[in-house]
Nanobody, 124 residues
Framework: QVQLVESGGGLVQAGGSLRLSCAAS????????TAWFRQAPGKEREFVAA???????YYVDSVKGRFTISRDDAKNTVYLQMNSLKPEDTAVYYC??????????????????WGQGTQVTVSS
């Protein structure tokens, strides 16, 4: 099993920044993909960003140029740097991990392991 623990969420004013962290422990994989999703109240969980083992990175259009996904392999941690935050970014943010290279990296069903989520609230 893999355990994912997110941290770094909080309350920030519009235009501010936050950095989310996702620490992984337990079983390890030689090839894996990680991603961030978010879920706002009353809405479905949506894709935010993904990084494949080979370094390929993908973002949803609404966060391109503002969010950056990265990882520190030595710390088994994935990050999501969020800049120029907007009220519409308010949501619970979840990290996800799966072995291999899912073709549908934007699909929740492509990921086997999930964190518990961290709340991000952006005030106007």
């Amino acid at each position: 099993q893999v355990q994912l623990v997110e941290s770094g969420g909080g309350l920030v004013q519009a235009g501010g920044s936050l950095r989310l962290s996702c620490a992984a422990s337990g079983r390890t994989f030689s090839i894996y993909s990680t991603a961030w999703f978010r879920q706002a109240p009353g809405k479905e969980r949506e894709f935010v960003a993904a990084m494949r083992w080979n370094g390929n990175i993908y973002y949803v259009d609404s966060v391109k140029g503002r969010f950056t996904i990265s990882r520190d392999d030595a710390k088994n941690t994935v990050y999501l740097q969020m800049n120029s935050l907007k009220p519409e970014d308010t949501a619970v943010y979840y990290c996800a991990l799966t072995p291999g290279y899912p073709a549908d990296y934007y699909y929740t069903g492509s990921y086997s392991y999930w964190g518990q989520g961290t709340q991000v609230t952006v005030s106007s």
